[in-house]
């Protein structure tokens, strides 16, 4: 089982890494939700670096709980429109 964890967290990881170097926030003034987009990608980030304190404990079922979770900020943020990022294989897209 931590085999196949290890494996699907790489996998995430990657992608998540990916994500970030595609995303960029959607917001141009400095309004509430540039705030909001701004908290989203913190909480990324910090997810994302959770997973590899655990990836490198080998613990690769939370690395791939922190990694998911990262990404799903990201993902919803560009749902919802903080972020852009156009790439509907790899984000949840509006429209």
Known sequence: MNT?????????????????????????????????????????????????HFEDKKDYSRALACFSYAYGWVDAGVRLGLFYGIDRDMFTLYK
């Open 4 to 52: 196949d964890n290890k494996e699907y967290s790489l996998k995430y990881k990657n992608l998540l890494e990916k994500a970030h170097k595609t995303i960029k926030i959607n917001i141009q003034n400095d309004s509430f939700l540039k705030e909001v987009a701004e908290d989203f990608l913190s909480m990324s980030k910090n997810y994302l670096n959770d997973g590899k």
